[in-house]
């Protein structure tokens, strides 16, 4: 069965420092979609991002940068020049296609920019 | 466009008592997903709609949950006799038409309801 760790229970980092989010999965099937979603303090999930197996291209935007490596199973998360309202947690997920929509869920990284 | 819409956004009740929560998915969206969302297990799929149809509800606790999507635009979830162990947030996510192209997989999900039961 498919699986998201994510490691860093909590990561709190200074204003303007980049930090880096660590997301690791496993999945026996060969076309999958990853995802990146935002808690913020208000409670909503908010969806950043979606790969999917196929595309091993990073991506940047703004801030924001995804980095997916196939070959260490990873797809890892990074803010650059971090902000107070980066303050929230992510989660990373994995839905693969063979598993009818089913989204797993990684614990999630409670980040905290501190001013 | 509007986004997934549930509500209660927060309910306080007291054992033993039913609760129902509902969401409308966004409009022209196939799938509905419920999910569960509490501090010792994290984010937890209770049961999935595609087309209105039940497609697995492996995920729902015991008999004292149900959901319901009786038409397109509304789901209910269902709770009775709630118990303070059922005290969560609950999520509401759709998805679009699984033939609608390549973010068929991303799923969007409503504000989430607050339940307390004391």
């Known amino acids: 069965a498919q699986k998201v760790t994510q490691a860093q229970t909590e990561i709190s980092v200074v204003e303007k420092e980049d930090v880096t989010l660590d997301c690791v999965y496993e999945t026996r099937d060969t076309t999958y979609y990853l995802f990146w979603y935002k808690q913020p303090p208000s409670g909503e999930l908010v969806f950043l991002i979606r790969r999917n197996s196929f595309d091993e291209q990073n991506e940047i935007s703004g801030r924001y940068s995804w980095n997916f490596q196939k070959s260490t199973s990873s797809f890892n998360f990074t803010i650059t020049a971090s902000q107070v309202v980066d303050s929230a947690v992510y989660f990373c997920a994995l839905v693969e296609r063979q598993g009818a929509q089913k989204l797993v869920f990684g614990q999630g990284t409670r980040l905290t920019i501190n001013p | 466009d509007a986004g997934v819409i549930q509500s209660p956004r927060h309910e306080v009740t007291e054992m033993g008592q039913e609760v129902t929560l509902r969401c409308k998915p966004i409009s022209g969206h196939n799938s509905l997903f419920w999910y569960r969302q509490t501090m010792m297990r994290g984010l937890e799929l209770l049961i999935y709609?595609?087309?209105?149809?039940?497609?697995?509800d492996s995920g729902m606790p015991e008999d004292r949950f149900s959901a319901k999507m009786p038409n397109a635009s509304f789901s209910t979830l269902k709770i009775q006799p709630s118990e303070p162990r059922d005290s969560a947030v609950y999520f509401c996510a759709s998805t679009p038409d699984p033939l609608a192209g390549p973010y068929r997989e991303t799923q969007y999900f409503g504000p989430g309801t607050r339940l307390l039961v004391l």
């Open positions: 709609f595609n087309n209105n149809v039940p497609i697995d």
